[in-house]
């Protein structure tokens, strides 16, 4: 069997302003030919179709675009949602997009529930992302400490595990899942928080009786484990200037035949602007000026200097495509950069650090009691609701 393992669409991303939906449907529309032209039997959709929870209508159509395309290829397709994904939004668009031979889970199933279907001769288990705000217990989470935190959440998670492929045979075993495997490299513009080691899970947690795992999350393409083999497909376009111009990314065609080892092929294409950023001297700067104006993609800047508000406005007019500018003094080099150990805060915490990350100021105490209040109450009522 020949499937197309994709992820990490974030239709609807806007970068500085920039909407980038269009490049995400022009990588679409070029997957639908990889299918035709590759003979894909399965295509399998890791998590994050969209990058956040309510997105433009153009985004959504994409989408949809997209899976009426596979109908007509008469390739079904297997989907989950990812931590940017409204759960409800997909859950409610299931049946819709079922008709389009799109089978699409916004909430986890146990196997007992629907979990597990067949596909193409072939078993596969279905896993969205899990918070550890639903997957543990709210209480535990503000008063347990972050290993207590991390142990619960792994154990947690090798027991749904193990609950989704009870009765896997000897036949093609696939996993669909959008989390964090330990080991496993960021490749920008992920959501850090859930990105954290007490998210991430050991590669011992997937069962040996799994053909393949399909993984979405991270936004680097790139093998996180042998036994079971277990690919992350990558995002399919640069999303964030933290990613490296030429880090592996886009989507994978994975060759399955039972009692075979399966083949991976990654997909050779580049979708999407590049993003690229310049570091500069200011001396050298009108030296890289027509680099600058020619380069094809979306640029950011970074130049050695105090700011420098009419440099700045000239960048940003005689420069089309930049949308970023940043100054770096020596001084501001001397003191290193600050290392933030992001899994051993709570979630005031990791507020306070987001509110400094964003303004370069501290977070009054009166905002930070303001979220610690807004986020125990709607912990409350989500525990009421569940």
Known sequence: MRILHTA?????????????????????QELLQLVRSERIELVLVAGDLFDRSVVSSE?????????????????????????HDSRERLEALAPLLSLTGATVFGNLRFAEQGGVVEARGARVALLPFLSERRLVKASDLLQGDS????????????????????????SLNLLVAHLTVEGGQLGGGEFAFHTTNSYAIPKSAFPLSLSYVALGHLHRQQQVCEAPVAWYAGSLIQLDFGEG????????????????????????????????????????????????????????????GKGNPALRERLFKELPNLLEVEFHTPEADTKGPVVVDTENLDWVEAYAEYRRTITTKEASPELLAAFKQTFEEVH???DQAH
Not at 292 to 304: C, H, N, Q
């Open 8 to 28: 990490d669409w974030h239709l609807g991303k806007v970068l500085k302003g920039r909407e980038r939906t269009p490049e995400i449907q022009q990588a679409l």
């Open 59 to 83: 985004a959504e159509a994409a989408a949809f675009e997209f899976f009426v395309g596979l109908r007509e290829s008469g390739v079904p397709a297997l989907v989950i949602a990812g931590n």
């Open 380 to 382: 409350t009522i989500s």
């Open 147 to 170: 290993a207590e935190w991390k142990k619960t959440y792994g154990l947690g998670m090798s027991l749904i595990l193990r609950n989704l492929a009870q009765g896997f045979g000897g």
């Open 245 to 304: 111009e030429h880090s592996p990314r886009g989507a994978l065609i994975v060759e399955l035949e039972p009692g075979v080892p399966p083949r991976v092929h990654p997909v050779e294409k580049r979708w999407g602007r590049p993003l690229k950023t310049f570091y500069l001297s200011r001396e050298l700067l009108d030296q890289h000026w027509k680099e600058l104006r020619t380069f094809p993609g979306y640029s950011k800047v970074v130049i050695e």
